[in-house]
């Protein structure tokens, strides 16, 4: 791939009201790795140019939680205490179960969790050895394993599109995701019904991972300049502001986000612009140590969460055998 900050920096190349500084920071530096294994994230190289992302927010059901007297959980003992209360309550003549949210074991399932352990302050990797046995990290597993034991047995093998129906068909009355699936859940039978919050409070705070849709350059293009010129285009304030229209949530732009186009298309949305503009500019980031073996040490990490979901081991026994599979990893 080609490194991408000599074109953003090049005046001749690069269109002087194309504004590489009206990108969100952290997603600018999601895109950054000087290809350190195990470390240098947010630093070296540009590798892309963002046009799409997501952070991770909490959905709940409005009008269940007001018919019940529940107040928007502002916490991850909240989200738990709330979710309990609602487990198995009938709502429109179903048998609702009181969360759901991603459960199967590859590493997109990471993402909808992050929300805890980066609440926890736990990290993967810390000194190129593995950290998901940390104290910190396996409290948030056990807080994970707590609140999906109100998700349907199912969810154990759900990625997040069958996350996203089950919600969508009125079957939980929280869920944990991408933010920017707002627009299914307005265009289905819950539209309108739907609140949006900010991922709950741990013991360090606020957390979400995001997922990044980029544009980048192959390092052997015999057509660099056209290619640049493309992403330039593809990444501007006018495209990305017409993109909108067409679904294109959520803009990677600060102008963007905050333009008349974008406000009207939420209109109907209750708060949802506003939390997942907060989310990303304040609580967003890759949460992931980089390296050029990430799905292999994801996927290690997430078969072993999915395992303390299903009971099959308990939180610490499954952290500490997937701390054992990365640094097998890590080591080869």
Known sequence: MEDLMPWVEDTTKTAPDWDFADFYSALIESLRW?????????????????????????????????????????????????????????????????FVSRGDKTYPTLNPFSTFFLAHG????????AAVNSTEYVAAVEQWVQLMQYAPVSASTYTWYEAQQDFISGNAAFYIDADHMAPDFEKSPIGGKVGYSLPP???????????????????????????????????SKEFLTTAIANGNMNPTRISVAESEEMTAATAEWGNYNEVW???????????????????????????????????????QEAMDEAAEKINAIIAD
């Open 201 to 235: 409070s741990g013991p360090k705070g606020r957390g979400s991972s995001m997922w990044v849709w980029s544009l980048g350059m192959n390092g052997a293009s015999r057509k660099k300049d056209a290619a640049w010129q493309f992403i330039q285009w593809a990444t």
């Open 34 to 98: 000087d290809q350190t294994e195990y470390s240098g994230a947010g630093e070296g190289g540009l590798w892309a140019i963002p046009a799409n992302e997501e952070g991770y927010a909490l959905f709940y059901r409005k009008d269940i939680l007001e018919a019940a007297g529940i107040a928007a959980p502002d916490t991850i003992d909240e989200l738990i205490e709330a979710a309990g209360q609602l487990h198995g309550t009938v709502v429109d003549g179903i048998e609702i179960n009181g």
């Open 277 to 315: 503009q907060e989310i990303l500019a304040e609580y967003a980031q890759w949460a992931y140590t980089p390296s050029s073996r990430f799905p292999e040490i994801g996927d290690a990490w997430t078969v072993r969460i999915q395992s303390a979901v299903l009971g099959q081991q308990s939180p």
């Open 122 to 129: 736990a990290t993967d990797i810390d000194g190129g050895q």
